[in-house]
């Protein structure tokens, strides 16, 4: 009799379990490329150094991206995850910090579209320059930015990978704000200490169009929705925190959905003594 059972290995099915990537096109850069090549011809004409070189190119890259950020509506909701560590800071402080792309997550934040990357490589290398001198050009270029990072609030809701990345937890703490209002007011006061004396904001995007480097990140990261307030520092430094507490009260609380009654009970009373609107 012939056992209904076994342990004996199956014959492979050829499924290799792959999810096709529906956005997978890449971008046509012959324009970008003929630029490119007419520039590199132009650069060493001169004398320019390498270094100079990788400045054009990068400026060749930002004139042919989107230059419009999307926002999100005035009367929207955003929220700033905070540990609870940062939330006793916050309270303490009443300041905004604003941090340098190297305290992120993502080493590709604020960097150019990979195909771009992957187009300049090619043309350094076929043109006998180490490709290592666009990669420093590149994270410098990064580096001057400063950004302050919200999560757009539209479900009651909340993912609660969010509470554990961003909050440490239950036991963290959500600051909410409508956007329109945190930008009037930041738009007041951080404009002295930003190149241009401009500040930009709105929503980022995940995809597939191409804008500002920090209104830009990858796919994998499309469930934090997120809403970014941005400037470049004059003097390029990692961060800066701006005081917001004439401000305090267009700030509310948002805490987990698994928050402990205690927490719960004790955070109020800190943001009411704070003077938070609870």
């Given amino acids: 009799m012939t056992s209904q059972c076994s342990n004996e290995p199956r014959e492979p099915t050829g499924d290799d379990h792959y999810i096709p990537d529906l956005r997978n096109a890449h971008l046509d850069l012959s324009s970008f490329h003929s630029d490119a090549e007419v520039l590199v011809k132009e650069y060493r004409a001169l004398g320019f ?32 995850y905070l540990t609870p560590g940062k939330f006793l800071w916050f309270c303490a402080d009443k300041s905004l910090h604003f941090s340098s792309p ?43 930015w400063l950004i302050s990072c919200w999560t757009k609030l539209d479900d009651h809701d909340d993912d609660i990978l969010l509470w554990h990345k961003y909050a440490d937890g239950p036991t ?37 169009r191409i804008c500002l480097p920090p209104f830009n990140k990858r796919r994998i990261f499309r469930n934090e929705k997120e809403v970014r307030f941005a400037f470049r520092h004059l003097q390029f430094r990692s ?18 959905p698994d928050a402990p009654p205690h927490h719960e009970k004790a955070i109020c009373e800190l943001w009411s003594k704070c003077g938070g609107t609870n």
Avoid: M
Avoid at 63 to 72: Q, T
């Fill in 239 to 256: 961060s800066e925190q701006f005081n917001v507490g004439d401000a305090f009260s267009i700030f509310r609380l948002r805490l987990a």
């Fill in 49 to 80: 150094k390498d270094a100079e070189l990788v400045e054009g190119l990068y400026s060749q890259v930002l004139k042919r991206v989107d230059k419009k950020i999307y926002e999100p509506d005035e009367d929207d909701l955003i929220c700033r």
């Fill in 172 to 208: 963290g703490v959500g600051i909410t704000v409508r956007y329109g209002h945190l930008k009037a007011y930041l738009k007041e006061l951080v404009p002295v200490q930003a190149v241009d004396d401009l500040i930009l904001s709105g929503s980022v995007e995940y995809g597939p």
């Fill in 102 to 144: 190297s305290k992120f997550d993502d080493p590709k934040e604020c960097s150019v579209h990979e195909d771009y990357e992957w187009e300049i490589e090619r043309i350094l290398i076929d043109k006998e320059i180490n490709p290592a001198t666009w990669d420093v050009y590149s994270a410098a270029k990064a580096q001057e």
